[in-house]
């Protein structure tokens, strides 16, 4: 099956209660099953313009890449498969485009983002994120998070400094300690994962997840996964309604078949047809 029939992609984004505009970024290019969000910060609107150098570097260079190869090719250099190649590679070059914008300009200096991205092929999923932006995966019931926030709070709770209960009423929720753009280097954190049918992926900025508990997201997720245009709105509505204190963005992937990578004289076909 191909990619875009067999993954069903929403995306919505709002500038929350209180927030005058949005520093959130979405892209979704089902062609390729690539999805992206941002989640920017610095002064003015320089988080809005690193979440959109962000989200344009890595959906126009993966996208560009992925008509003329197959994700599952091997890296000349690396040896690995060139869908973990190309997301950490241009998250990477959008650091670099970020960091040297807020170099050359005054008006840009200090902005950053996070960033969490999922390319679908060969019925895996790989994810790249740097920062607080996280991704989730409701397989059956069940929902867990597929990232590591990289935040002073997750680095808390993992040498048990503070609780999962005390984390809730943390004041560091915001204190990423890595970041698109910030420093001249950045190294994203890829995992692959293998995908189900049934499955629903969930990118969100921290808009959703510090507004809404994980039990409540899974709720939504669970009970609207029929139509995830409107479980979007839903989880949307549900942290505006819990106070809306920060930008809220949301991705959602749902697998409606599999979709195994050609292989043999097919693939040699399909690419000698991208020629």
């Known amino acids: ?5 067999a993954l069903e992609i929403v995306s919505q984004t709002h500038s929350g209660m209180v927030r005058s505009h949005n520093e959130d970024s979405v892209a979704c290019e089902p062609a390729c099953g690539l999805v992206v969000l941002a989640d920017g910060m610095g002064g003015y609107n320089a988080g809005e313009v690193a979440s959109g150098i962000a989200i344009s570097v890595v959906a126009t260079e993966v ?4 008509q003329e190869a197959s994700p599952t090719d091997r890296d000349e250099e690396s040896g690995e498969e060139l869908g973990v190649v190309l997301l950490r590679d241009n998250i990477q070059k959008a650091n670099a485009s970020i960091f040297h914008a807020a170099q050359s300009q005054p008006q840009y200096a200090g902005m950053g983002t996070t960033i969490v991205s999922g390319l679908f092929y060969d019925n895996r999923l790989v994810a790249g994120h740097v920062g607080d932006s996280r991704m989730y995966r409701l397989r059956g019931e069940a929902l867990e998070v597929i990232t590591r926030d990289h935040s002073l709070l997750q680095e808390q709770l993992d040498s048990g400094m503070i609780s999962a209960a005390d984390a809730r009423q943390s004041k560091n929720k915001n204190l990423v300690t ?3 753009g910030i420093d001249a280097e950045v190294v994203p954190e890829i995992h692959v994962h293998d995908v189900l049918v049934g499955d629903i992926y969930l990118l969100c900025s921290d808009g959703l997840n510090d507004m809404v508990e994980d039990e409540d997201i899974q ?3 669970y009970a609207m996964q029929g139509n ?3 479980a979007a709105s839903q989880l949307i509505q549900a942290a505006n309604d819990n106070g809306g204190r920060d930008n809220v963005s949301v991705i959602l992937v749902k697998v409606k078949g599999e979709f195994a990578a050609a292989t043999g004289w097919l693939a040699r076909l399909m690419n000698w047809f991208k020629k």
């Open 228 to 230: 995830i245009q409107l």
């Open 178 to 180: 890595r970041a698109v």
């Open 1 to 5: 099956m191909k990619i875009e029939d």
């Open 219 to 221: 709720s939504i997720l």
């Open 63 to 66: 996208s560009h890449r992925l």
